[in-house]
């Protein structure tokens, strides 16, 4: 059957109307302003009512490394009360000789897990002032990488200072150890699991004289210090008198290396 009706526009002998078109720009319009209603929404859910921006709860990266270190201090502390106490019970009654134990002293000693005190000498590396300029002529004007102390003069430092016949060596407040790793990350001192700022400071117990001259040899801190004398890197030696460096606390158990088969 059919309608008795054609339907307006769709009768013979007329044409179909065309289908009705949105123009572009509005088509993109809707899209961006509905993508921006889902932004903020998400923004919105995520936030749950607080700043984003000045939430003290969201810790930046450097606020989580100063957490970390300080963490790591405070288990150093504990780990070397622990050690005072296990070592409190083995000398109660251990059933070692005169000798082993001798032997064992001399051991720890050269581990420098033992205090040791004598003359010292103590190294303070600092920042260049961050407006720098060059003080000799011929010289280039800083660059901000020359303004800044770097591992490899910490480095220079404290293999200058054991080639000077060292018995210890503090950096900051630790004691440095065969497996201790001197390493710099932007800036900042990562020692043994804790972060330090500059200044620098590295205390060695020996023979001053013998520790200075070796510092004057070293080619490495020669050559830091042209950068002292023409960017005003810092550098401060200075003898300390009699000192009494603490013995290494943290851990002496190896977790990366493995026996060669």
């Given at each position: 059957m059919s309608n008795s009706a054609d339907s307006p526009g769709t009768g013979p002998g007329t044409e179909p109307a065309p289908a009705r078109r949105f123009p572009p720009v509005r088509i993109l319009t809707v899209a961006v302003f509905a993508l921006a209603g889902l932004i903020f929404f998400t923004s919105f859910d995520t936030a749950k009512g607080?700043?984003?921006?000045?939430d003290t709860s969201l810790l930046k990266l450097?606020?989580?490394?100063?957490?970390?270190?300080?963490?790591?201090?405070e288990l150093d502390e504990s780990n070397a009360a622990l050690r005072d106490d296990v070592e409190s019970l083995a000398e109660s009654?251990?059933?070692?000789?005169?000798?082993?134990?001798?032997?064992?002293?001399?051991?720890?000693?050269?581990?420098?897990?033992?205090?040791?005190?004598?003359?010292?000498?103590?190294?303070?590396?600092?920042?260049?002032?961050?407006?720098?300029?060059?003080?000799?002529?011929?010289?280039?004007?800083?660059?901000?990488?020359?303004?800044?102390?770097?591992?490899?003069?910490?480095?220079?430092?404290?293999?200058?200072?054991?080639?000077?016949?060292?018995?210890?060596?503090?950096?900051?407040?630790?004691?440095?150890?065969?497996?201790?790793?001197?390493?710099?990350?932007?800036?900042?001192?990562?020692?043994?699991?804790?972060v330090y700022s500059p200044p620098y400071k590295i205390t060695a117990v020996g023979d001053p004289d013998r520790l200075k001259k070796a510092l004057a040899d070293s080619p490495a801190i020669q050559n830091y210090m042209v950068y002292v004398n023409v960017y005003g890197l810092g550098w401060k030696v200075t003898e300390n008198g009699a000192v009494t460096l603490p013995g290494y606390s943290g851990t002496v158990d190896l977790h990366y290396a493995q026996p060669v088969v």
């Open positions: 607080t700043n984003i921006r000045t450097s606020d989580l490394i100063q957490e970390r270190s300080r963490k790591n201090k009654d251990d059933g070692s000789t005169s000798a082993q134990d001798r032997r064992l002293t001399g051991l720890e000693k050269a581990a420098g897990t033992q205090p040791v005190k004598g003359e010292a000498v103590t190294v303070t590396l600092n920042d260049a002032p961050p407006n720098a300029t060059a003080k000799l002529p011929g010289y280039p004007e800083p660059q901000p990488d020359y303004l800044v102390i770097h591992q490899q003069d910490l480095q220079a430092v404290v293999n200058a200072l054991w080639n000077g016949g060292a018995q210890g060596i503090k950096v900051m407040d630790q004691r440095l150890i065969s497996t201790s790793a001197v390493r710099c990350v932007g800036n900042t001192l990562i020692l043994q699991g804790r």
